[in-house]
């Protein structure tokens, strides 16, 4: 045996020998015994074989272990320094990095139920009561029929947008309820009872909202009798139902978090009340005088609700009336009617404040009852320069007088079954002299939200 053979062969034998102390350990330290187990007998087969027999010297195969023929010098397979496929390192599976997600992604829609994640105060802030009639009536002077008194912007009264409303869009249907006490219509005044139903509806994730308001009452008829013998009213229609200007509001969010809200709009309204007229009681249906409903409004307005604590809510709106066009007026000449000019309605500006308290919340979502609110607002309007006047040929139509009013409102509200309020609330001119277009009010209002009750779309109540 060539030196070379030896100083190899004792190599091998070397390594077989710790590779045959290592599987020994490893049995002995699992099962705490020193037993040969094939591995390491097969182990002994190859220590004994390279160190008892000279070996010849080969050449590493270059060949993976298929289909080359078995290298002697290595009869287990594979070539010095070559991994076997099942000794290639195979990197354990790792799981994916999940992508990057928002802070607000799956965050479920809160419910604002009573007892149940109001967020802040105000996802609760109540509506506002509002206050408005009309300013006190105008009169028609004339050198025939004599003097009449005709309501300035009809006979149901003017909608302003601080009416059962809030800056905040919502969801709902509604139905205000109004009892004017001692209304200046007519000589000696008279009352009325007003009914506004109409509904609101919120987009754009509830940033914006659609609003519609019908007013009518029972009140003064647009349509006066005059007994021209007697030159006097032959007698007011007080208990007349009437039809008043449709109004309509866009309402769009500007800024908001949970303390503050922003928001802006325009309201227009329509002329679907009655003309008014004064008729010749005889039968003869002559018409003496007739104002006609021609004007149509807009009403922009901008908003702000405060909300310091979760229970305290404030809410501020300022809203201009601006009438578009005049209506037209005509009075009779002995032959026929005859076009005496246009009068035109007052224009406005009404700045309200109010504000709240929740002296009552239910902790079970289940209740029947769930909020009390107390509420008190100030309401300030005034025409902006006197309301017109017509000279005409058979009569002056209205008189050129300034209107400011102030009125004060306490009221409820209560919050019933999480989706429906009921308002209760009176409304007390302060001051006004003969500006004061009634004595006091009393006010009752339904709001019944409806939709989705989040969040997001910031149905309020």
């Known amino acids: 045996m060539s030196t070379r053979t030896a100083t190899r062969c004792l190599g091998i034998a070397l390594a077989a020998a710790a590779l045959h102390s290592e599987s020994s350990s490893l049995v002995s330290a699992a099962d705490g015994s020193a037993k040969v ?28 272990p298929n289909p080359c023929p078995p290298n002697p010098c290595y009869p287990h397979g ?20 999940p992508a990057p997600q ?20 105000q996802d609760k802030v109540a509506a506002m009561f509002g206050d408005f009639f009309a300013g006190p009536s105008q009169t028609i002077d004339s050198t025939g029929p004599g003097v009449v008194a005709l309501p300035r912007g009809g006979a149901v009264g003017v909608m302003k947008f601080a009416e059962n409303t809030s800056p905040l869009p919502r969801d709902r249907f509604f139905l205000n309820y109004s009892y004017f006490d001692d209304v ?14 109409g509904f609101e509806k919120t987009m754009f994730d509830g940033v914006m909202s659609l609003e519609l308001r019908v007013p009518m009452a029972t009140t003064l008829n ?3 009798m005059f007994d021209a013998g007697a ?15 449709v109004t309509g509001f866009f309402k769009a969010l500007l800024f908001q978090n949970d303390v503050w809200a922003f928001s802006t709009g325009l309201g227009i309204a329509l002329p679907t009340a009655d003309d008014q007229k004064v008729i010749n009681d005889d039968g003869s249906g002559q018409v003496f005088n007739r104002i006609e409903n021609e004007a149509v409004h807009l009403l922009p307005f901008f908003g702000v609700v405060a909300t310091p604590t979760e229970k305290l809510f404030m809410q501020a709106v300022v809203q201009f009336d ?30 309200s404040l109010g504000g709240g308290y929740w002296i009552y919340e239910s902790e079970d979502p289940s209740s029947f009852l769930s ?38 409102v306490f009221g409820s509200n209560i919050v019933i079954d999480q989706n429906k309020s009921v308002m209760l609330g009176y409304v007390q001119p302060i001051g006004g002299g003969n500006d004061r277009a009634f004595d006091g009010e009393f006010r009752a209002i339904l709001n019944w939200y409806f939709g989705p009750m989040n969040r997001q779309t910031r149905v309020q109540f």
């Open 184 to 197: 200046n219509l007519i000589p000696g005044k008279m009352d009325v009872r007003r009914l506004t139903p």
């Open 231 to 245: 030159v006097a009213v032959s007698g007011y229609d007080t208990t007349n139902y009437e039809l008043g200007n």
């Open 78 to 97: 594979g070539t010095p320094n070559v991994l076997q496929p099942d000794q290639v390192f195979q990197p354990s599976p790792s799981p994916m990095t």
């Open 222 to 224: 647009s349509t006066t």
């Open 371 to 408: 909020r009390i609110a107390l509420v008190s607002e100030l309401h300030f309007n005034n025409s902006l320069g006197s309301t017109d006047s017509v000279e005409g040929t058979t009569a002056t139509y209205g008189q050129r007088v300034d209107i400011q009013t102030i009125n004060a």
């Open 102 to 121: 928002s802070q607000f992604a799956n965050q479920p829609a809160t419910s604002l139920s009573a007892g149940q994640g109001a967020i802040s105060g």
């Open 37 to 64: 187990t094939p591995a390491a007998a097969a182990d002994d087969s190859l220590f004994d074989s390279h160190l008892l027999c000279p070996q010849p010297v080969c050449a590493p195969n270059p060949c993976p």
């Open 322 to 351: 601006a009438g578009l066009n005049g209506n037209s007026v005509y009075g009779f000449d002995g032959n026929g009617l005859i076009k005496e000019g246009k009068l035109d309605d007052p224009n406005y500006i009404f700045v």
